[in-house]
């Protein structure tokens, strides 16, 4: 591991410390929200500061700008407050996601890889019929779309690792990543557009920044992983797979 990926885990840890206090104690909205947006812009600029040099990581790095814009829009909007910023958010998240996809899809589907694709799709559905009866207007046709987007991001993570297209020093990092994200997103869509779902306001805000932020943190890290991504002898002798 290189020492700037310890710097970056290192980092995080200390910024979910921070968001966990700050949440706990109620914090003012001025002195949170410091600890929200910025961050991922940083970890934006983290990215671009590693001159990603494939186009595997330059994608990703795209993804990380995109998600610290979804971010900005998306934070401390409510539909009924401001339906045009809400919309955007989503629409940066899920350009995010479409340019993740096409960051991770390695080779052809696999018989083996069903599973994959029906836990993800079950679960996107799950939350997508959920909460499509309580969203209006333009948002009611956002919502499935984002669904199929990050429904195919995570197959495209997943299924790339097991079909075993993609380096493990790098595998590692996109594994845990993609379910992070989609819980995180989940939660936030549950949270934004179902008017029964009131789980307790600290727990439910630790919850979507933890998973988020390790999500993206994950992101980073693989950017910062030492470049054998798309060229080396690990891609070159699985390339046929």
């Given at each position: 591991?290189?020492?700037?990926?310890?710097?970056?885990?290192?980092?995080?840890?200390?910024?979910?410390?921070?968001?966990?206090?700050?949440?706990?104690?109620?914090?003012?909205?001025?002195?949170?929200?410091?600890?929200?947006?910025?961050?991922?812009?940083?970890?934006?600029?983290?990215?671009?500061?590693?001159?990603?040099?494939?186009?595997?990581?330059?994608?990703?790095?795209?993804?990380?700008?995109?998600?610290?814009?979804?971010?900005?829009?998306?934070?401390?909007?409510?539909?009924?407050?401001?339906?045009?910023?809400?919309?955007?958010?989503?629409?940066?998240?899920?350009?995010?996601?479409?340019?993740?996809?096409?960051?991770?899809?390695?080779?052809?589907?696999?018989?083996?890889?069903?599973?994959?694709?029906?836990?993800?799709?079950?679960?996107?559905?799950?939350?997508?019929?959920?909460?499509?009866?309580?969203?209006?207007?333009?948002?009611?046709?956002?919502?499935?779309?984002?669904?199929?987007?990050?429904?195919?991001?995570?197959?495209?993570?997943?299924?790339?690792?097991?079909?075993?297209?993609?380096?493990?020093?790098?595998?590692?990092?996109?594994?845990?990543?993609?379910?992070?994200?989609?819980?995180?997103?989940?939660?936030?869509?549950l949270l934004l557009f179902h008017p029964r779902f009131k789980p307790a306001p600290v727990a439910a805000d630790i919850v979507v920044r933890a998973t988020y932020l390790a999500g993206w943190v994950l992101m980073l890290l693989l950017v910062q992983e030492e470049g054998r991504w798309d060229t080396g002898s690990w891609t070159s002798s699985n390339s046929a797979r």
């Open positions: 591991m290189r020492r700037r990926q310890v710097v970056t885990i290192a980092a995080g840890c200390a910024l979910g410390v921070a968001q966990v206090v700050l949440t706990a104690t109620h914090a003012p909205w001025h002195v949170r929200r410091w600890t929200l947006t910025p961050p991922m812009a940083l970890a934006f600029v983290a990215a671009l500061a590693e001159r990603p040099r494939t186009a595997t990581t330059r994608l990703v790095t795209a993804a990380l700008g995109l998600s610290a814009v979804g971010d900005a829009f998306l934070t401390d909007s409510t539909p009924a407050r401001d339906e045009r910023a809400t919309l955007a958010g989503i629409g940066a998240f899920a350009a995010a996601y479409a340019t993740l996809t096409a960051a991770f899809w390695r080779g052809r589907p696999r018989p083996s890889e069903a599973w994959v694709a029906v836990a993800t799709v079950g679960t996107v559905a799950a939350v997508a019929t959920t909460v499509l009866p309580h969203a209006a207007g333009v948002l009611r046709g956002g919502v499935p779309v984002f669904g199929a987007v990050i429904a195919s991001m995570v197959w495209a993570a997943e299924s790339t690792a097991l079909r075993g297209t993609l380096d493990p020093r790098l595998a590692r990092w996109v594994v845990p990543m993609a379910p992070l994200l989609l819980l995180s997103d989940s939660l936030v869509a």
